[in-house]
């Protein structure tokens, strides 16, 4: 059986129920965790980012680029999101992400939902996270630097964190997976950096106080929220264009010979389209844009609910 390119997670049937249990524990922890650390930390600024960061990472990740050997990658957006709202909020953008790719699109596996979220949204937070807040208080060049660097960790951490959750699983032999899946995350790992720095560079220009930094520049009001909104959907029109090679995960599996135990689950916006408009651009841009209305909505909701109280 051969996956269509825009299933882009785990799907069910790569990992054993008991791997999928644990995963689903240690997401459930972490996840618990962030909601009691954003509702003491989360200011009111932030609200609205964690809106558009989710529906930025959200639309982003439809658009698989092309990397050697007929395979694709495509945005993890977890240090991005990480340095933008710090880690706790960062959690919860990417778990709202995940599960509504999972819910609404069938992109990955219920089942896997768990793993995916552990090694996509909070692995990849942890980690770009971890490796910028080193360089806080040091010059912009310094810390784009070191974000391009921890987004790159950040995808290396995630594929390896999957490859020892296929070989727990009885998928795929450690010795095997575990070089077949770094070896083509790292170069998907330089797109992922190459998006992180040039998104944070644009911030550093027009918004730096959203990174808490000081500028005569940043302006008020709701315009930055309004341009976050417009490369969004920009984005979203321009998924068409995304490359229909098999992502780093997909690709391993079909060269390993494991591909054939995944199972696909059929809804009204699998693979990204709406029935009614075929596979095609337009229902391809229809589709994103829901996903993108449903995660903004969900995630600003949720830093509403969660923002702290003064």
């Known amino acids: 059986m051969h996956l269509s390119p825009l299933h882009m997670h785990i799907p069910d049937g790569f990992l054993s ?9 240690f997401t459930i922890i972490l996840d618990g965790v962030a909601i009691s650390r954003t509702n003491k930390s989360l200011g009111e600024r932030q609200v609205p980012l964690m809106g558009i960061m989710a529906a930025f990472i959200f639309a ?10 007929g395979t694709s990658g495509h945005l993890l957006g977890g240090a991005l999101a990480a340095i933008t709202l710090g880690p706790w909020a960062a959690m919860l953008v990417m778990t709202s992400v995940i599960a509504v790719q999972g ?8 089942t896997v939902m768990g793993a995916n979220i552990l090694n996509m949204g909070l692995v990849t937070v942890v980690i770009g996270y971890g490796l910028y807040r080193s360089v806080l208080g ?3 060049t310094m810390k784009l630097v070191i974000a391009g660097l921890a987004a790159w960790l950040s995808v290396m951490g995630g594929a390896l964190l999957t490859s020892l959750e296929l070989w727990l699983s009885g998928t ?17 790992g330089i797109g992922e950096a190459l998006i992180t720095v ?14 808490g930094e000081e500028s005569v520049s940043a302006k008020g009001g709701r315009g930055w929220a309004l341009a976050g909104i417009l490369v969004t959907l920009i984005v979203v029109l321009l998924s068409p264009l995304a490359s229909v090679n098999p992502d780093g995960l997909n690709r391993v599996a079909m060269d390993l010979g494991f591909i054939t135990t995944a199972q696909t689950a059929t809804g009204p916006l699998a693979g990204y389209n709406l029935p009614f408009l075929g596979k095609t651009p337009l229902s391809r841009i229809a ?7 449903v ?3 969900l995630a600003f909701l949720a830093g509403r609910a969660l923002r702290k109280k003064s």
């Open 60 to 69: 982003a990740q439809m658009i698989n680029f092309p990397v050697a050997g």
């Open 172 to 188: 795929a032999k450690l010795d095997i997976v575990i070089p077949a899946m770094l070896s083509v995350h790292a170069l998907i």
């Open 198 to 211: 040039a998104a944070l560079a644009f911030i550093f220009r027009t918004r730096p106080d959203l990174l």
């Open 103 to 110: 819910l609404l699109f069938q992109d990955g596996g219920l």
């Open 138 to 140: 040091r010059n912009q």
């Open 295 to 297: 995660v903004l909505g």
């Open 17 to 25: 129920l008991a791997i999928s249990i644990i995963c689903w524990a």
């Open 287 to 293: 589709a994103g844009a829901i996903g993108v209305l």
